[in-house]
């Protein structure tokens, strides 16, 4: 497109039937490109690293004035583990061979604070073909990345509590079952309607009955079912989004064989909640 653009506008030969642009057309492109420069990180390193230029946003997000990164190699922009692994080392030998790379390399600003940067890195080539600079164009997945890194975190502890949870949606499949839970009902699993394994994408009224889970206006609730000589206890929460819209139920199950820490109802719908950004 860019190739398309730059042949209509900077042609140097005109057909005589092609009509003059008009002084709004002619500034389109500069227009365009100054868009493109406000709303994108865009950084020009030399074939070994050294950062030629770098645009206003680019300086906003890393907190440096151009003076004081310009020249300078971007490895220390990077943490030292990051700038020192081979697959950075292999991402610079493709740039260098002519090849665009598309990556996520983690970035720390002047304040010590991580930006994640992903985008593509492209070689401009000379009239002989060969490389001469590297042009990176770039976008700030910093929260993105930040959020993912909460989920895992959630999902890590939520596997780990000595609880036995599951998860199902408005639909009343289950998503998740936690690693206790898993194990409870492997020791159930004579008594189970299906195996351990097929649980996962199961419907909860394989195990207890609908219309407990289908309203949350029914829930928070405590209740018990037999289950062959055992008892089990149910604690079901609503789960609700940022915005408030009912997106399942965090099923916490205890068996009378099993004895374990129990969580407070906050702990489990915080974190269960969590389970709706995976």
Known sequence: MLGIIASRWFSSTRSETETPLSNSEYHE???FSDAVRRSTTIVEFSLEGTIL?????LLHLAGYRLGEIEGRNHRF?????????????RCWESLRLGQAVEEQFPYITKHGRP?????VYNPLLGADGRPTKIVAILNDITQLVGDKQST????YMLDNIPLNVMFADRDL???????????????????????VDQIVGAEIDQ?????????????????QFPLGPETIELMVHPVFDSQQNYVGAAIEEQSTIITGMKATAEDLVHLSGQLTKL
Not at 115 to 119: S, V
Not at 207 to 223: G, M, S, Y
Request: hydrophobic share 35%.
């Open 207 to 223: 195990f207890h009955q609908r219309r407990l889970l289908a309203d949350p206006n029914n829930l928070p609730v405590k209740t």
């Open 29 to 31: 492109p500069r227009g």
């Open 115 to 119: 930006l994640h940067l992903q985008g």
């Open 53 to 57: 230029s770098a645009n206003e946003k």
């Open 77 to 89: 922009l990077l943490d030292s583990e990051q700038a020192d692994s081979p697959n950075f080392a």
């Open 152 to 155: 895992d975190q959630a999902a």
């Open 173 to 195: 499949v289950i998503l998740y079952i936690n690693r206790s839970s898993r194990e409870t009902l492997t020791k159930l699993r004579g008594l189970l309607p299906i195996s």
